[in-house]
């Protein structure tokens, strides 16, 4: 009798329990029928400048190298990045894009001129990776190219030949130059940039004096044989929204159809180690990563007063985060290794894009191999893939989708007085049909049940991938290559016309609904 009333409490309890969670479950209502803006490709963009060894080594290893490679450039990288459906890759820099001279880097590669690249640790730039080569590793990736010409210690002629030698069909002195050069047919290339940082490493401007360089440069890069440019102004850092408000006064939508915005995210607050941090430093990357949206938000409210139509693009072509460098390790090569929590980074600066996508039309995240928040670390001939490319990879479903509107409420992730939301969501359907959700678990320390209503669409059908790992520092090694990778997700189910899931603690999930 006794043993039967406990069992009667324990059940009761059983079902308070299960009644609470089910109360705190996460709701998320997706409209899969009002979806209107479209989730530019290029917001999946990737950036890669001449620093450290993220050309050199990291893509360029030379003809004769025992890394197979084609042309010069090495096949395991050029693989990895199509598979990821890499949109757009922004060339050559950042600040070495200011100082770069193009026509030092085109001709035979034994004649070409070498330079010091004076930002990034003072080395010796022998310039064997010029335009040919970069436009050789687009097309390899099948990818588009966007060019940052030099404004700040670069002259309009220069700029009007590159872009002259690279897009021009007919007889002229650059594309004949370009012909003695080997390539005779021209090239597209759209995205043309006009300086890059050029408030700081690119010539320290006031924007007012930039933004008469912009309309003077611009003016030159020409639309030859069909190839229409797309112009982007250099934008602002952050929250510096005088720059933005001065550009988009002072300069004619007309001129420019996107306008730049970089933001790195920094590291975590006591420690700026890539792999060794605990959860203080998880809390306050994360915070910071969220902050994109408010940048995003600022900036667009500024291009909305003087451009109501949306013409001019929102271009963020530096993003990531940003940690020391690797012990031992030359500190001017920026060569740092990517965790878990850089994947969380990831996952939700992707979704804000996503959501900001009818403003937002392209973002490089800074920068691809070895340098910075990287799909790749190579090592001589060894190559590994980073959490951040594996958040690339499952999130490429959402390239050129529909956003739809998704109305999510969560509970906070608390630590020490502080909060943040505990799940970040974007939502997208695709042209056959198919919706994808991606949602981040930013809380480390505990899974999140998620119920999910679909209107304006039948739901058949459901299954997932999911990237997570042991620690919130797990990473990948040259010797353990596949601590984080993404698995099958199996804890998502049918429900009415929906669904619900149970999402890890510090997880990227994305779904595919049918
Ligand atoms: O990505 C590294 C550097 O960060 C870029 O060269 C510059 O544009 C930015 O400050």
């Given amino acids: ?30 409209n899969a029928d009002l979806g209107k803006a479209k989730i530019s490709k290029n917001i999946y963009g990737h950036f890669s400048e001449h620093l450290g060894r993220c050309i050199y080594e990291g893509y360029w290893v030379g003809e004769d190298s025992e890394i197979p490679n084609t042309r010069g450039i090495r096949n395991d990288v050029v693989q990895a990045l199509k598979k990821i459906k890499v949109p757009v890759l922004r060339w050559p820099g950042g600040c070495f894009a200011d100082e770069y001279h193009w026509k030092d ?94 408030w700081g490493c690119g010539g320290n401007m006031r924007p007012e004096y930039y933004a008469d360089l912009y309309r003077r440069f611009q003016t030159y890069v020409r639309k030859y044989s069909g190839n229409k440019p797309f112009k982007v102004a250099c934008g602002a850092y952050a929250d510096n929204l ?9 300069v004619p939508v007309r001129m420019m159809q996107g306008l730049s915005l970089h933001y790195y995210c920094g590291s975590g607050e006591k420690s700026r180690s890539a792999t060794k941090f605990g959860e203080v430093d998880w809390f306050a990357q994360l915070r910071r990563a969220l902050r994109m949206d408010e940048h995003l938000r600022r900036h667009s409210v500024i291009m909305d007063k003087y451009d109501p139509k949306k013409k001019v693009a929102l271009i963020v072509d530096e993003w990531g985060a940003w940690h020391n460098v690797e012990p031992g390790t030359n500190p001017a090569f920026l060569y740092q290794q990517n965790s878990l929590r850089d994947a969380l980074v990831a996952g939700v600066t992707l979704n804000i894009f996503n959501r900001h996508c009818g403003r937002v039309k392209m973002a490089n995240i800074a920068q691809t191999v070895n340098v910075l928040q990287a799909m790749i670390l190579t090592d001589g001939p060894k190559m590994i893939l980073t959490p951040t490319y594996h958040v690339f990879d499952m999130y490429k479903v959402h390239q050129d989708a529909k956003l739809l509107p998704a109305d999510l409420e969560c509970g906070e992730y608390k630590f020490e007085g502080d909060e943040i939301p505990a799940l970040d969501v974007s939502a997208s359907r695709d042209w056959s049909g198919k919706i994808h959700l991606s949602i981040c678990n930013l809380n480390p320390n505990k899974p999140d049940k998620l119920s999910c209503e679909i209107r304006g669409a039948k739901v058949t059908g459901i299954s997932g991938t999911v990237l997570t790992a042991p620690a919130i520092n797990s990473h990948n090694t040259f010797d353990n290559p596949d601590v984080v990778k993404p698995k099958a997700f199996n804890d998502a189910m049918l429900k009415g016309n929906g669904f619900e899931a149970t999402l890890p603690a510090k997880s990227v999930v994305v779904l595919e609904i049918d």
């Avoid at 009798?1 to 997706?30: D, F, N, P, W, Y």
């Fill in 242 to 250: 005088r720059w933005t408000e001065v550009l988009m006064e002072k």
């Fill in 1 to 30: 009798m006794k043993t039967g009333r406990i069992g009667i409490v324990v059940i009761l309890c059983g079902v308070l329990l299960t009644a609470r969670e089910s109360l705190q479950a996460a709701k998320l209502v997706i």
């Fill in 105 to 198: 880097g085109i001709g035979p590669r034994e004649q070409r001129p070498s330079m010091i690249n004076t930002h990034w640790g003072g080395v010796t730039e022998n310039n064997h990776f010029g335009t040919h080569e970069f436009l050789d590793l687009c097309e390899q990736i099948g990818c588009e190219p966007s060019i940052c010409g030099n404004v700040g210690s670069g002259t309009v002629e220069e700029l009007s030949d590159w872009v002259e030698y690279v897009t021009f069909d007919g007889k002229s002195p650059m594309a004949d130059l370009r012909r003695e050069n080997g390539r005779d047919e021209p090239w597209k290339v759209k995205y043309w940039g006009v300086g890059n940082e050029n």
